[in-house]
């Protein structure tokens, strides 16, 4: 007799859909919650999961950031309707775009005022 199992990771993306505007790029973009994890299949089937992690993505330049387990569970569970965007810390994506909110002009320049227009960044 032969068993047929084992141990595999997955990914799965949670049912939550809010655009903003990138802190990364300076567009517009919609934040996506994922949810990894680990899980044990016997026969194919996957019988249970552990080592959970939520990460946001923005779909625009898929800059990513890890949230709580709590939070992301409220998404999978359709509590959660909107994250603020100040709450999460893209570390090294932050920022690297420059964007003129006047005549929308994109550096990734260390300028202080657009170049285009002449307006302070």
């Known amino acids: 007799m032969f068993f047929i199992m084992g141990i595999s990771n997955g990914e799965k993306k949670l049912a939550f859909d809010q655009l903003e505007i990138c802190n ?6 919609h934040l996506e919650v994922y949810m990894t994890y680990m899980f044990f299949s016997f026969f194919f089937i996957p019988l ?9 993505r923005m779909n625009c330049c898929n800059a990513t950031t890890e949230i ?3 939070l992301g569970k409220a998404i999978a569970r ?3 309707t909107k ?3 100040d ?3 893209f570390g090294r994506y932050e920022n690297r775009m420059k964007h003129c909110s006047y005549c929308g002009f994109t550096t990734e ?3 202080q005022y657009c170049p285009k227009c ?4």
């Open 87 to 89: 709450t999460l810390h």
């Open 68 to 70: 709580s387990a709590d």
């Open 109 to 111: 320049e260390d300028f």
């Open 48 to 56: 249970f999961k552990w080592n959970r992690h939520y990460y946001v």
């Open 118 to 121: 002449g307006r302070e960044l």
């Open 24 to 29: 990364c790029c300076g567009k517009y973009g």
């Open 78 to 80: 359709g509590e959660v």
């Open 83 to 85: 994250i603020p965007l």
